[in-house]
């Protein structure tokens, strides 16, 4: 099954990077030669996604601005015989972009809750801002790789996993693993999930990790989700209702993973992509 539809949930006000997100949205952040947020809408078309949605707040607006036709910018860069910088720009030309707005920040679940309307029937993909990984496939690529491997009873939702330091489970939501797939010793089987748990209690040392797959029927739970972790709506708590139902699985990403959401994650960020530029 083709996989066309992604929601970006990009409408967080990015406060551990004031005051520069006082004026510019965290994820216009330059990137090497693009900002973060071009890196994950390019992510979804690698891998032939070409519907992407975008939550946001209020003052984000530059985010769905970046990628809007601009025919007067294409004609100058024409004329100056700019013409790999018009080729760049064309590239969002066949994107249908979507935006919707998170006026009041309730979880990541929330977030996706607001794109209800928009979602179609099929499955969905999902990337949070925060994590890119660098590598030979991209997170997006290896999940819908795996979604392959899974027979149709077999298929369902399929979370990004990474293995975490087991002091740092209170960062994350934790999978408890039930069995590891025949096609692959990274693809897993999940039996239950944990938000932030204490490492005493965390049922494995695997965090999910920025990229989700999750069919319609994820979001169609979440406004029956109860509120918990601080009042928020969380896309875990919406998968553990489905457990039982669906099939879940978690898949141990190749490659490194950058978390962008803190000053020092960028600054890595920003050292690693500069130095691939170079080599290009």
Request: aromatic share 6%.
């Amino acid at each position: 099954m083709k996989i066309t539809q992604a929601i970006l949930p990009v409408a967080g006000l990015g406060t551990r990077f004031l005051p520069w997100t006082k004026a510019v949205p965290k994820e216009l952040l330059p990137l090497g030669n693009q900002p973060i947020i071009a890196h994950l809408v390019h992510e979804c078309l690698d891998v032939g996604i070409t519907d992407i949605c975008f939550v946001i707040s209020k003052g984000k607006e530059a985010i769905p601005q970046y990628f809007k036709i601009d025919p007067a910018l294409e004609e100058e860069l024409k004329k100056r015989g700019k013409f790999h910088l018009v080729k760049e720009l064309l590239r969002y030309d066949s994107v249908n972009f979507h935006t919707v707005y998170q006026n009041e920040q309730h979880g990541d679940g929330h977030a996706i809750l607001q794109a209800a309307d928009w979602a179609g029937e099929g499955t969905i993909a999902i990337l949070f801002g925060d994590d890119l990984f660098t590598g030979s496939k991209s997170a997006l690529r290896q999940l819908i790789d795996a979604h392959s491997m899974l027979t149709e009873d077999e298929r369902g939702a399929i979370v990004a996993l990474e293995r975490i330091p087991p002091e740092d489970t209170l960062r994350y939501g934790i999978v408890d693993v039930e069995k590891e797939h025949k096609s692959s010793p990274r693809l897993k089987k999940v039996k239950g999930l944990v938000e932030k748990p204490e490492p005493q209690f965390a049922p494995s040392n695997l965090g999910i990790v920025g990229r989700y797959l999750i069919p319609r029927s994820v979001i169609d739970v979440l406004p029956e989700v109860e509120s918990g972790h601080g009042g928020e709506i969380r896309l875990i708590d919406a998968l553990t209702r489905k457990l039982g139902s669906l099939p879940i699985y978690g898949y141990e990403c190749e490659g490194t993973r950058i978390d962008t959401g803190h000053p020092e994650g960028y600054a890595k960020a920003v050292s690693i992509f500069s130095v691939e530029e170079e080599e290009e």
